[in-house]
């Protein structure tokens, strides 16, 4: 059986209009919970950019410490077994 609608909307304004006090209280509380989700969703990929620059700054101060380091040449294989 389909829910009753708690809630009409005007046609000519686009304007949703209540009937039941719950029924708004309930929508403003998931139009809270999809807010949050949304932040949380973009604070997250915000995270992950933020991480792959730094390791990506990382990388570049490594490289420049070891060319520093061999003065441009590269670096002789290292002996096993000794």
């Not at 999809?34 to 991480?51: G, Q, T, Y």
């Not at 670096?75 to 077994?81: D, N, Q, R």
């Amino acid at each position: 059986m389909a829910k009753i609608p708690t809630y009409k909307k005007d046609e000519e304004t686009g304007a949703v209009i209540f009937t039941d006090a719950n029924a708004y209280v309930q929508r403003k509380k998931v139009i809270e919970v999809n807010k949050l989700s949304a932040m949380v969703k973009k604070d997250s990929k915000r995270s992950i950019n933020s991480m792959k620059r730094e390791i990506k700054d990382l990388k570049q101060i490594v490289y420049d410490l070891i060319e520093s380091k061999t003065g441009g040449e590269p670096l002789p294989p290292e002996e096993e077994g000794n």
